[in-house]
């Protein structure tokens, strides 16, 4: 069992940064791919970001690639979301998802666990 924990969202201006945080329970996460997923009011959750479980390979959406970094630390039992330049697009609620699969898809479901999720609001 893996409990996920979000934080770090916020209202910030276009072109500012927010780094999300999930914070992960449970003595699998060092054994969970991880990703981030988004949803904006009236959307479909949209993948955004994973990385494997050692945080070797990492995944971005072609619309967040160059100013979205996704990161991991095994030993706080946390994946990151650093995001910079951010855009009005971008506003949405963000989730982390944890899954354990041999081959890491980070784009497919499902996932096993997610968190509660984070709103991000960027303004123009």
């Known amino acids: 069992q893996v409990q996920l924990v979000e934080s770090g969202g916020g209202l910030v201006q276009a072109g500012g940064s927010l780094r999300l945080s999930c914070s992960a329970s449970?003595?699998?996460?060092?054994?969970?791919?991880m990703g981030w997923f988004r949803q904006a009011p009236g959307k479909e959750r949209e993948f955004v970001s994973g990385?494997?479980?050692?945080?070797?390979?990492?995944y971005y959406d072609e619309s967040v690639k160059g100013r979205f970094t996704i990161s991991r630390d095994n030993a706080k039992n946390t994946v990151y979301l650093q995001m910079n330049n951010l855009k009005p697009e971008d506003t949405a609620v963000y989730y982390c998802?944890?899954?354990?699969?041999?081959?890491?898809?980070?784009?497919?479901?499902?996932?096993?666990?997610w968190g509660q999720g984070t709103q991000v609001t960027v303004s123009s």
């Open positions: 998802a944890a899954k354990s699969e041999l081959l890491y898809r980070p784009r497919s479901f499902p996932y096993d666990y």
């Open positions: 449970g003595r699998t996460f060092s054994t969970s791919n």
């Open positions: 990385i494997d479980l050692s945080g070797s390979s990492t």
